[in-house]
């Protein structure tokens, strides 16, 4: 939710007065269904446990009220109200053993008609058996590498590379900031410390997201390696073994993890998000009040890319979860003051629609059955699927389209995504059209399982109605001719 004071406040002069309001519109429409989707399901024959007539939006509006009252207030993602009537609202977590990943799909009987039995956990087995270059595996300790050679010429290359590449999705450190460490780092030489450990760690994703390498050079000697290798043992040290409250000990985790990602080497990057995520709870309840109008933007910025990373790896993997998930209802989001127009809303856009995907794996996918979702029952005897289990889910799934269409007509059209077979825009407009498809599959994959599975059912069906369709262009040709003849 956006907050109208002047330390939470986007600069709305000039074209960001839209942007600001179209984002606005993007959660507060979002947050406001929860409503909806209970009358649905109600509708059904079912209702959550716990379920009130209000609306989440009511009920977020009333603690960041109480919490935004002045500007020295309490810190919103520590201290939040809880309410008894909020039991019944569907999280915006993604559910423990949901049914979206790759791996539950294999489980399905007719991919195991076609494909044999698998683990359940085969995605899992095949990354946790997959080993890192061996100058990142450690396997002999955590003795730091060798110091790499720092030539200026080439680390500022590295820092600008980062800057306009993975700083423009995940924007967690400010520029000016970082330049001004970076440089003391390099007049004082490279050390053990954490200010060293971040520099390291943003050379090496600038050097990874340059690079085009690939194939078995870039799986055994990715590029930042040595970058990385020597900054590792300082941020695993201290995430598990120091109780430190500097915001630059989550940054580099943060970044860290980024890199594995781009190494494609998913367990590790969860793992490091993982520790970022506890490093920041202790940032959070260790703030003083001075601290408080200084840190909240970098703050919230890594509270909200760390939602995004560790919600891309839950989609697809069975991991532990970290409490950050459980405050994203009470957490408002950014200002993203000092970026561009394209950063900023690709930014914010990106947070609401994973807040979305959340939302549809809670409505169509918990682990706890409700009237409109899918049961491993339901998914191995469709004779299960009873007609108003199949009418509201149809309802609920056109209710969740709805809002995703708005959530795409919301963003300003300078940056909104092309939908069409040829795909335009830059990077981070890309990334927007991938997670609008991605929603729209697993909106309406529940119908396509169930179509799949009762195929035997519907052949016959199918075929007469292609007669009947082969039948009337028949007749309307024979009706034509006729007519032409006229």
Excluded at 267 to 280: K, P
Aim: include cysteine; proline fraction near 5%.
């Amino acid at each position: 939710m956006y907050d109208d004071l002047s330390t939470q406040r986007i600069d709305t002069s000039g074209g960001t007065r839209e942007i600001l309001g179209r984002l606005r519109e993007i959660e507060h429409i979002l947050e406001g269904q929860t409503e909806r989707l209970a009358a649905l399901s109600s509708g059904a024959g079912n209702t959550h446990s716990g379920q009130t007539g209000t609306s989440l939006e009511s009920h977020q509006s009333m603690p960041l009220a109480h919490h935004f009252g002045s500007p020295l207030a309490t810190f919103p993602l520590v201290e939040v109200d809880v309410h008894e009537e909020m039991a019944g609202v569907p999280p915006l977590t993604i559910p423990v053993k949901h049914k979206t990943s790759s791996s539950y799909l294999l489980s399905l009987p007719a991919m195991k008609a076609l494909i044999g039995e698998y683990p359940t956990d085969l995605f899992f087995l095949l990354e946790s058996r997959t080993s890192l270059p061996h100058a990142l595996s450690f396997e002999n300790g955590l003795a730091a590498g060798p110091l790499p050679t720092i030539d200026h010429e080439v680390t500022d290359y590295l820092v600008s590379a980062f800057f306009s590449t993975a700083h423009e999705c995940h924007p967690v450190l400010d520029e000016g900031t970082f330049r001004a460490l970076y440089t003391r780092v390099l007049e004082t030489g490279i050390d053990k410390s954490i200010e060293s450990a971040l520099c390291l760690v943003v050379l090496a994703v600038g050097a990874v997201a340059m690079s085009s390498s690939a194939g078995d050079d870039f799986c055994n000697s990715p590029p930042g390696m040595e970058y990385m290798q020597h900054a590792l043992p300082t941020l695993i040290t201290l995430s598990s073994w120091s109780f430190s409250y500097s915001i630059l000990l989550p940054q580099a985790l943060v970044l860290a993890s980024i890199y594995f990602a781009y190494i494609v080497r998913p367990l590790h990057s969860w793992r490091l998000i993982y520790s970022a995520s506890t490093i920041l709870q202790f940032k959070l309840s260790g703030l003083d009040r001075q601290e408080e109008l200084q840190s909240y933007e970098s703050v919230l910025r890594l509270f909200w890319s760390c939602f995004l990373i560790e919600c891309d790896r839950l989609a697809e993997l069975e991991l532990p979860r970290s409490s950050l998930q459980q405050l994203t209802d009470e957490t408002s989001l950014p200002s993203c003051d000092n970026l561009s127009p394209l950063q900023s809303t690709c930014y914010l856009a990106e947070i609401s629609i994973r807040r979305l995907l959340n939302r549809i794996h809670n409505c169509l996918y918990p682990r706890k059955q409700h009237i409109f979702s899918l049961s491993a029952t339901t998914l191995m005897t469709t004779d299960e699927f009873s007609t108003e289990e199949i009418a509201a889910m149809h309802t609920v799934c056109d209710e969740l389209r709805r809002q995703l269409d708005v959530w795409y007509a919301s963003i300003p059209e300078p940056y909104r995504p092309s939908l069409g077979a040829d795909p335009t825009g830059n990077d981070r407009q890309m990334a927007l059209r991938i997670r609008y498809f991605a929603a729209r599959n697993i909106i309406y994959r529940p119908f396509v399982l169930y179509v799949t599975l009762a195929i035997n059912n519907i052949k016959q069906w199918a075929m007469s109605s292609l007669e009947a369709v082969v039948s009337i262009l028949e007749d309307m040709q024979r009706k034509q001719r006729i007519l032409s003849k006229v």
